[in-house]
């Protein structure tokens, strides 16, 4: 069975930094790289960081520098740094198997998605 947990979302002013985090299944976590994605309000669901089994990642231009994802893997774990955080960074914050290949937003075919946690970014 699917599960994923996000935490660590919350109100920061801009500037500010919060450390999301993801507790996956053992299946996913195991066979799958994982990412984070997001959705602001009337806004679709975006990718925004990625990081492999063996540890490579990959970020949206629009965090890149900023963000930094990262993974514990004897914890099933996967984590979202993020540094000099801007009010577009609102948005409720998931984590996911990297979208497949040929699939498209809200849900790039899958079926399971946590509830997400909320990251509110004030000016």
């Known amino acids: 069975q699917v599960q994923l947990v996000e935490s660590g979302g919350g109100l920061v002013q801009a500037g500010g930094s919060l450390r999301l985090s993801c507790a996956a299944s053992?299946?996913?976590?195991?066979?799958?790289?994982i990412a984070w994605y997001r959705q602001a309000p009337g806004n679709q669901r975006e990718l925004v960081a990625t990081i492999t089994r063996s540890g490579s990642t990959d970020y949206a231009g629009s965090v890149k520098g900023r963000f930094t994802i990262s993974r514990d893997n004897p914890k099933n774990t996967v984590y979202l740094q993020m540094n000099s955080l801007k009010p577009e960074d609102t948005a409720v914050y998931y984590c996911?198997?990297?979208?497949?290949?040929?699939?498209?937003?809200?849900?790039?075919?899958?079926?399971?998605w946590g509830e997400g946690t909320l990251v509110t970014v004030s000016s």
């Open positions: 053992g299946s996913i976590f195991s066979t799958k790289a």
């Open positions: 996911n198997q990297e979208p497949p290949a040929g699939t498209v937003p809200p849900y790039y075919g899958m079926d399971y």
